[in-house]
């Protein structure tokens, strides 16, 4: 069937782009535990004594690196966190724009918010298989307000 063919392509590149906005998220948390991880890296090394004997004449130079490293992190998790706050708010807009409320609730709580299926449903009070149902009418409702770009992504070579 020709619909159901279609129905189908709808709801994959929907879910593509729903998938990758979510997937921000856990790349800025994860950018953002490597920063915290360096820095208490680099909090580490400054508590070190560099007066006693036995401090070696590489200590300064590891405390450089180590701050070298944790601004380049800050940096690239800073980028990150733009692209990310930006998606996010332009997915909000895409979402706002959906007719169905029920819909519009699905899609935020999963996919912009982060919570687990299994908490949208006790949220929305549904049923494993009737949330189910709706987040494939939900994400497939999406294809119509989502970015243009990512409803037919054109191969590069086109």
Do not use: N
């Not at 915290?36 to 070190?48: H, I, P, S, Y």
């Amino acid at each position: 069937m020709a619909d159901t063919e279609y129905e189908r392509y709808r709801y994959d590149q929907a879910r593509a782009y729903l998938e990758h906005v979510r997937a921000l998220s856990c790349r800025t948390a994860a950018l953002r535990a490597e920063v915290e991880a360096q820095r208490e890296l680099a909090d580490g090394v400054k508590a070190m004594g560099y007066g006693g004997r036995g401090s070696s004449g590489a200590q300064p130079d590891r405390m450089a690196e180590t701050v070298a490293r944790l601004q380049e992190l800050v940096e690239g998790y800073c980028t990150e966190l733009a692209a990310y706050v930006a998606e996010q708010e332009a997915a909000h807009e895409r979402v706002r724009l959906m007719e169905r409320p029920e819909h519009v609730r699905a899609i935020t709580s999963y996919y912009l918010l982060g919570r687990t299926w299994e908490r949208v449903c006790v949220d929305m009070g549904y049923t494993w298989d009737g949330m189910m149902a709706l987040r494939r009418r939900a994400v497939t409702a999406f294809y119509d307000v989502m970015p243009t770009e990512w409803r037919d992504p054109r191969h590069p070579a086109v």
